[in-house]
């Protein structure tokens, strides 16, 4: 350990913060961190830790959704300019002209999303929970905003639903391609695919296993295999690393790597948990009471 991490480790203890880390963020402050894990995970625990000070290691959208679930607790982000670009990808047109055409729709929004696209949905889902989640709903018709890709995943575990998609995507695993995978496949053929449902679908027919971050390491874990051929952000290293000490994990060319993930730094994390600036704002009560019940609702059904 760094002298900056145990410095941090002193000051944490010292104002009664919890650090949460999403697997993305670099490595030295997953090292550190009370709680690392998927979306979902780090949802739930924002809910349950005790501390009235909680550090977001991670985007935006994260952190919104950590003060609006604890309106009662000081949520700071280390770099508060940590967005995710397809987090703003639909419009309220879109939303409202499904709403026109279906009467029985729910509109479900990947947590991935603003507390404003939030407020226009009934549900929200990360990629851990949205099959079941969907599954659960009474409607027929499903919006599913703002990832195209991880709706058509979940469509094709779903096939009582009718899908309406939304041409939203994460920059990061759009781009890893299909003869990307093909290539490592062909060099390391006994490599297992483990692929984020955010990839395109044609890097998704290469998948041996489609699962949130933390259900690729924990299949990872889990394996009887030495190779992986990973196709998700390159931040999961670390505990894939961890997990499976004796395995390989490789990565395509284009790595893929969330710059708005590492604007998380151990400086910045120091600098605000010393000063408590960064802190989340809670967005405007109009959008806070549905935004809620969507997150709320998640919370319900995924735990059914
Ligand atoms: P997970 O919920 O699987 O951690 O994914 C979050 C994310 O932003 C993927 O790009
Ligand atoms: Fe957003 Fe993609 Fe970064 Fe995940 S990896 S936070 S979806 S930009």
Redesign the pocket.
């Known amino acids: 350990m760094n002298e900056l991490q145990e410095k941090i480790l002193a000051l944490k203890e010292e104002k009664g913060a919890a650090i949460l880390a ?1 697997y ?1 963020v670099p490595a030295e402050i997953q090292e550190i961190a009370d709680c690392v894990g998927d979306s979902f995970f780090l949802a739930k625990k924002a809910k349950s830790l005790p501390n009235e000070t909680l550090v977001f290691c ?2 935006n ?1 994260m952190g919104e959704s950590a003060k609006m679930m604890n309106p009662e607790k000081t949520v700071l982000m280390p770099d508060l300019s940590a967005d ?4 703003h990808m639909v419009t309220k047109e879109t939303v409202d002209a499904a709403k026109a055409e279906y009467d029985d729709l729910a509109v479900v929004c990947y947590i ?1 999303s603003t507390a404003e696209i939030k407020s226009w949905s009934d549900v929200c889902v990360t990629s851990a929970n949205a099959v079941k989640v969907v599954k659960e709903l009474p409607q027929k018709n499903i919006l599913f905003i703002p ?1 195209r890709n991880l709706a058509h995943f979940v469509a094709s575990q779903c096939p009582d639903k009718n899908f309406i998609y939304n041409e939203g995507y ?4 759009e781009f890893m391609s299909a003869e990307e995978v093909a290539a490592l496949k062909e060099e390391h053929p006994d490599a297992l695919v483990l692929a984020h449902p ?1 990839c395109n679908p044609a890097l998704l027919a290469y998948a041996d296993h489609i699962a949130s971050t933390s259900g690729i390491i924990n299949y990872a874990k889990d394996s009887d295999a030495k190779e992986f051929i990973i196709g ?2 390159i931040g999961v290293y670390y505990a894939l690393k961890q997990a499976r000490p004796d395995a390989s994990f490789y990565f395509t060319p284009t790595q ?1 790597i ?4 590492k604007k998380n730094t151990l400086e910045k994390l120091y600098q605000v948990l010393s000063t408590g600036e960064n802190a989340v704002e809670m967005p405007a009560p109009e959008v806070v009471a549905q935004a809620t019940k969507t997150l709320d609702q998640m919370l319900e059904l995924a735990a059914k």
Request: aromatic share 8%.
């Open positions: 999403h993305y991670g985007v959208f995710c670009p397809m987090a991935n990832d994460c920059p990061r695993h955010e998700t952000e893929p969330c710059v708005n993930m």
